[in-house]
C-alpha cells in the first residue's frame, strides 16, 4: 500500500468511531429520557467527582477555621495594648503621688537630728565633763598621750589635756608640750581668765600658782570635775595626768588650800 492508501485507511478508522461514539451518546439521551436518570445524578454518583467535592469542603472548612483563628489573634491583640495602656498610664500616676507624700517625711528626719548635733560643741565645760565621764573615752586619751610622750607615763599631763580638748573639737597645736603652752593657747582662741573660785563649774581647765622665779608660769594644769564636798572649796575631784603617782586620771586634789606638796588654785579659764 501506498502512503495515500494508509492515509485514506486512518481517515476511514476515524470516521467509524466517531459514527459510533455518536450513536452511543443518542442512545444514552434516549436511555436517560425514559429513566429520568440525569447527567448531574451520573456526576454525583462518580468517585472522581465525590472525592472532588469532597476535597472542595475541606478547602472551605480549612479556609472557615484560618478566618476564626485570625479573628481571635486579632482580638487578642487588642486586648493587650489595651491592658498595656492602662497599666502604663497608672506606672506614671504612682511616683507622683510617692514625691507628694514622701518629701516632708524626708526634711523632717534629715534636719532634726543634724540641728541637734550642731549645738553640741558650743558649751565647752559640760562636754568635756560628759566626755571624761565615760571610761572608755579616759583609756583612750590616756593611750593617746603616752604615745606623744614617746612611750612614757612620766610628765604626759599637758599631752593629756591637749587630746582631751582636741577630742571636744577645739584646735590645740600638736606640738603643744607645756602648761605654758597650752594657756596661751586657749587665751589665743578668746578664752578667759577667771580667778573666783565659787564660780567653777564642772569641765573648767584651772590652773595653779606660778613656778618659783618664773613669773606667769603656773605649774600645773587640771580639769575640774566637782567639789569632794559641795559648798567647800579646799578639795576637788579632778582630771590630770599624774597617772604614776595617783594611779588614774580621775583623783582628788587640794584646790583653794596650799599643802606641802601642791600648789593651789590660782584661776580658770572658760570659754
Known amino acids: 500500500m501506498n502512503k495515500d492508501d494508509v492515509k485514506n485507511e486512518e481517515n476511514k478508522d476515524n470516521s467509524e468511531s466517531i459514527n459510533e461514539l455518536y450513536s452511543n451518546y443518542d442512545k444514552s439521551e434516549n ?7 440525569g447527567a448531574s445524578n451520573k456526576l454525583k454518583d462518580d468517585p472522581e467527582n465525590k472525592k472532588y467535592i469532597k476535597e472542595m469542603q475541606d478547602i472551605a472548612d480549612k479556609n472557615e477555621f484560618k478566618n476564626n483563628v485570625v479573628v481571635i489573634g486579632l482580638g ?9 495602656s492602662i497599666l502604663m498610664n497608672t506606672s506614671f500616676m504612682k511616683p507622683k503621688t510617692d ?29 568635756v565633763y560628759e566626755y571624761l565621764n565615760v571610761e572608755a573615752n579616759r583609756a583612750s586619751l590616756l593611750k593617746k598621750a603616752i604615745t606623744l610622750n614617746h612611750g612614757s607615763k612620766k610628765g604626759i599631763n599637758v599631752y593629756l589635756l591637749s587630746e582631751i580638748l582636741r577630742s571636744n573639737t577645739y584646735a590645740i ?25 565659787s564660780k567653777l563649774k564642772k569641765g573648767d581647765i584651772c590652773f595653779t600658782t606660778d613656778m618659783p622665779d618664773k613669773v606667769g608660769t603656773p605649774s600645773h594644769a587640771y580639769i575640774f570635775m566637782g567639789w569632794v564636798k559641795e559648798g567647800k572649796t579646799d578639795y576637788a575631784n579632778i582630771c590630770d595626768g599624774q597617772i604614776e603617782e595617783f594611779g588614774n586620771i580621775l ?15 590660782s584661776f580658770f579659764i572658760r570659754k
Open 76 to 84: 487578642i491583640v487588642i486586648a493587650s495594648i489595651i491592658i498595656f
Open 251 to 265: 583623783h582628788k586634789r587640794n584646790l583653794s588650800i596650799d599643802t606641802t606638796d601642791k600648789d593651789k588654785f
Open 173 to 197: 597645736p600638736a606640738e603643744t608640750t607645756t602648761v605654758k603652752q597650752l594657756m596661751a593657747s586657749l587665751i589665743s582662741m578668746d578664752w578667759k581668765k577667771n580667778r573666783d573660785v
Open 99 to 127: 514625691v507628694v507624700v514622701n518629701k516632708p517625711v524626708t526634711k523632717s528626719s534629715d534636719t532634726t537630728p543634724v540641728a541637734a548635733d550642731a549645738t553640741k560643741p558650743i558649751i565647752a565645760p559640760t562636754n
Open 31 to 37: 436511555y436517560n429520557s425514559k429513566t429520568g436518570y
